[in-house]
């Protein structure tokens, strides 16, 4: 994907970075006695994947709690929550439920949870997060009433009676959820950790990565220390920390390779699932609502105006046109007001859109990072927005066509983490013009992704003196049929030059191997002929081997 050399047969590595790429024949001249040589045998290596939204650390930690993803009746949600009635732990959580996918069509409450646990506090979210139940117990526990009143930004859900059902809405979860036992920072560690192995097994060498408090920030901090984080993070961090982030004078690009400040993301709707996206007409299928707009016009201007003068990125988290207005209003007015140079803004997700705003997109230089599984779970958009205004959900080919640059990642634990299921729902998307060509589904998820962080000159591509973050797969994405692209085997992850994940189906590739020494390269080796390879697409996708060489030598540098 190196537009200088779109494809290649071999690769050569030198400590963390790429240092050439080119034929069998001319890489293995770089080899000596001291070469590691992996022959990959006709696989398939791509610049290593970059999620650009994700919540890594959350992901790991919800490991520990009810995953409900697949629960299909409010009974079974039921029969879970009561399984967990007698561990040890206080509270009992969880995430994934979807009253759409539920045999009943409804809305857990309160009721249903006191049935299996009347004295135990359970708080569970829903699939997108903006949407949790809590038992009586919870509401108890957080002092929530009939005289409760709504936070703002959040709706509690009540009955005839005024009575609360247990559904809080966006900003009304974190009544809550205060009250919830924090994790320790050794459990943030062991959470970021056990997802960032699930990471590199999916082909992932980077996330963007949103991070809920201190905590997870420290943990990637201490593991990164201590040599022990997988792949790399960019992060954002919630307003709420933006005191401490200015007093301490950190701007965007802060850190290293492995973990560096992005800046900051902020809420302004909620989610279609939950009838929470900031609309501008009313959902079809409940008329009398437009969602929810966590900020006002005024306040989020206020918000974005001070992260855009302290030099931080902002990721706008907006789906609801209504938002995304919001959002490009925002943005404009720091733009006119106190320009930078190169600010590169973004909106997360971007998910109901109109030809005007994909306008406004492009003149403001906005970034569109959108999850391409959402077009997947999001199976009932019609029902939600209406014939005519579904066609603008999730406008990935619009963006395109329209010179948006347009980065992905999938919201994970929202969305499945795996990369190539992103990549097949941009090109598989069916009923729809906004289906996208493997090519551009790829590079939203290498190219465009290192340009979204300010890292297109050591990410994204396979390059000369580019970091050495490579994915092996046991097939093309180009070649196979496009419904069958997240089936393709992750054989190996490269993240800075060493194999952070090795398949148990991949064979055994090393030809030769000495004892390490204080510099290393390497090099990617292919069986297949150049002349075969070198095709006039720019695309890595015959980058086919990677050789480890362990070098004495001194002298190499980077362009």
Same mark, same amino acid.
């Given at each position: 994907?190196?537009?200088?050399?779109?494809?290649?047969?071999?690769?050569?590595?030198? /400590?963390?970075?790429?240092?050439?790429?080119?034929?069998?024949?001319?890489?293995? $001249?770089?080899?000596?006695?001291?070469?590691?040589?992996?022959?990959?045998?006709?696989?398939?290596?791509?610049?290593?994947?970059?999620?650009?939204? &994700?919540?890594?650390? !959350?992901?790991?930690?919800s490991m520990r709690n009810l995953d409900l993803r697949e629960t299909r009746s409010i009974e079974e949600l039921k029969s879970l929550v009561s399984n967990k009635t007698t561990e040890a732990?206080?509270?009992?959580?969880?995430?994934?439920?979807?009253?759409?996918? *539920?045999? %009943?069509? @409804?809305?857990?409450?309160?009721?249903?949870?006191?049935?299996?646990?009347?004295?135990?506090?359970?708080?569970?979210?829903?699939?997108?997060?903006?949407?949790?139940?809590?038992?009586?117990?919870?509401? @108890?526990?957080?002092?929530?009433?009939?005289?409760?009143?709504?936070?703002?930004?959040?709706?509690?859900?009540?009955?005839?009676?005024?009575?609360? +059902?247990?559904?809080?809405?966006?900003?009304?979860?974190?009544?809550?959820e205060r009250y919830i036992p924090e994790p320790s920072a050794e459990d943030c560690e062991t959470a970021a950790l056990a997802a960032g192995r699930i990471a590199v097994g999916a082909g992932?060498?980077?996330?963007?990565?949103?991070? &809920?408090?201190?905590?997870?920030? @420290?943990?990637?901090?201490?593991?990164?220390?201590?040599? #022990?984080?997988?792949?790399?993070?960019?992060?954002?961090?919630?307003?709420?920390?933006? /005191?401490?982030?200015?007093?301490?004078?950190?701007?965007?690009?802060?850190?290293?390779?492995?973990? #560096?400040?992005?800046?900051?993301?902020?809420?302004?709707?909620?989610?279609?699932?939950?009838?929470?996206?900031?609309?501008?007409?009313?959902?079809?299928?409940?008329?009398?609502?437009?969602?929810?707009?966590?900020?006002?016009?005024?306040?989020?201007?206020?918000?974005?105006?001070?992260?855009?003068?302290?030099?931080?990125?902002?990721?706008?988290?907006?789906?609801?046109?209504?938002?995304?207005?919001?959002?490009?209003?925002?943005?404009?007015?720091?733009?006119?007001?106190?320009?930078?140079?190169?600010?590169?803004?973004?909106?997360?997700?971007?998910?109901?859109?109109?030809?005007?705003?994909?306008?406004?997109?492009?003149?403001? !230089?906005?970034?569109?990072?959108?999850?391409?599984?959402?077009?997947?779970?999001?199976?009932?958009?019609?029902?939600?927005?209406?014939?005519?205004?579904?066609?603008?959900?999730?406008?990935?080919? &619009?963006?395109?066509?329209?010179?948006?640059?347009?980065?992905?990642?999938?919201?994970?634990?929202?969305?499945?983490?795996?990369?190539?299921?992103?990549?097949?729902?941009?090109?598989?998307?069916? /009923?729809?013009?906004?289906?996208?060509?493997? !090519?551009?589904?790829?590079?939203?998820?290498?190219?465009?992704?290192?340009?979204?962080? *300010?890292? %297109?000159? +050591?990410?994204?591509?396979?390059?000369?003196?580019?970091?050495?973050?490579?994915?092996?797969?046991?097939?093309?994405?180009?070649?196979?049929?496009?419904?069958?692209?997240?089936?393709?085997?992750?054989?190996?992850?490269?993240?800075?030059?060493?194999?952070?994940?090795? &398949?148990?189906?991949?064979?055994?590739?090393?030809?030769? !191997?000495?004892?390490?020494?204080?510099?290393?390269?390497?090099?990617?080796?292919?069986? #297949?002929?150049?002349?075969?390879?070198?095709?006039?697409?720019? +695309?890595?996708?015959?980058?086919?081997?990677?050789?480890?060489?362990?070098? +004495?030598?001194? $002298?190499?540098?980077?362009?």
């Amino acid at each position: 994907m190196d537009s200088t050399r779109p494809s290649a047969e071999a690769v050569a590595l030198f /400590g963390e970075h790429i240092l050439a790429i080119g034929s069998n024949k001319t890489i293995k $001249q770089i080899a000596d006695s001291e070469t590691q040589i992996v022959d990959l045998r006709g696989a398939t290596v791509l610049p290593g994947f970059i999620d650009c939204h &994700s919540h890594l650390v !959350e992901f790991g930690l919800s490991m520990r709690n009810l995953d409900l993803r697949e629960t299909r009746s409010i009974e079974e949600l039921k029969s879970l929550v009561s399984n967990k009635t007698t561990e040890a732990s206080r509270w009992i959580l969880g995430r994934g439920w979807d009253q759409e996918q *539920f045999a %009943e069509r @409804r809305y857990p409450a309160k009721y249903d949870l006191d049935e299996v646990s009347p004295d135990k506090p359970v708080f569970l979210r829903r699939v997108c997060g903006h949407i949790a139940v809590a038992n009586s117990a919870a509401l @108890r526990e957080a002092k929530i009433t009939s005289a409760t009143t709504d936070p703002v930004g959040g709706i509690i859900d009540r009955d005839n009676s005024g009575e609360p +059902t247990g559904i809080l809405r966006e900003q009304a979860t974190d009544l809550v959820e205060r009250y919830i036992p924090e994790p320790s920072a050794e459990d943030c560690e062991t959470a970021a950790l056990a997802a960032g192995r699930i990471a590199v097994g999916a082909g992932l060498t980077s996330v963007h990565c949103i991070i &809920s408090s201190e905590r997870e920030l @420290r943990a990637l901090l201490n593991l990164k220390l201590e040599g #022990r984080l997988p792949l790399r993070f960019y992060v954002f961090i919630p307003p709420e920390q933006m /005191g401490a982030i200015k007093q301490l004078g950190l701007t965007r690009g802060f850190g290293d390779d492995w973990v #560096r400040l992005g800046g900051i993301k902020l809420f302004v709707d909620g989610s279609l699932g939950a009838r929470t996206a900031a609309l501008e007409a009313p959902y079809t299928d409940q008329k009398d609502n437009r969602g929810v707009a966590i900020y006002t016009q005024k306040d989020l201007d206020r918000v974005v105006a001070e992260c855009h003068l302290e030099n931080l990125q902002v990721a706008i988290h907006a789906i609801g046109d209504r938002a995304i207005a919001m959002a490009l209003d925002s943005v404009r007015k720091v733009k006119s007001g106190a320009p930078h140079k190169d600010s590169r803004h973004r909106i997360e997700h971007a998910s109901v859109l109109n030809p005007e705003l994909v306008h406004l997109f492009k003149h403001l !230089e906005v970034i569109a990072s959108v999850q391409p599984h959402f077009v997947v779970s999001d199976f009932w958009i019609e029902q939600r927005l209406g014939r005519e205004r579904s066609k603008y959900a999730y406008s990935f080919s &619009s963006l395109l066509r329209a010179g948006v640059m347009t980065v992905a990642g999938s919201d994970c634990p929202i969305e499945p983490l795996s990369p190539l299921q992103g990549i097949q729902a941009a090109v598989t998307r069916p /009923g729809s013009d906004e289906a996208i060509g493997v !090519e551009d589904a790829v590079k939203m998820y290498t190219r465009n992704a290192a340009y979204a962080s *300010f890292e %297109e000159k +050591t990410k994204g591509t396979i390059s000369p003196g580019k970091l050495a973050d490579m994915v092996v797969l046991s097939r093309d994405p180009y070649l196979v049929p496009a419904n069958s692209i997240k089936q393709i085997d992750v054989l190996m992850t490269i993240v800075g030059g060493r194999i952070v994940y090795s &398949s148990p189906s991949c064979p055994k590739l090393v030809k030769k !191997e000495h004892n390490a020494t204080d510099r290393a390269s390497s090099v990617l080796k292919s069986n #297949r002929k150049e002349d075969r390879n070198l095709q006039t697409r720019q +695309t890595a996708s015959q980058q086919t081997a990677f050789i480890k060489v362990y070098s +004495t030598r001194d $002298q190499l540098t980077f362009a």
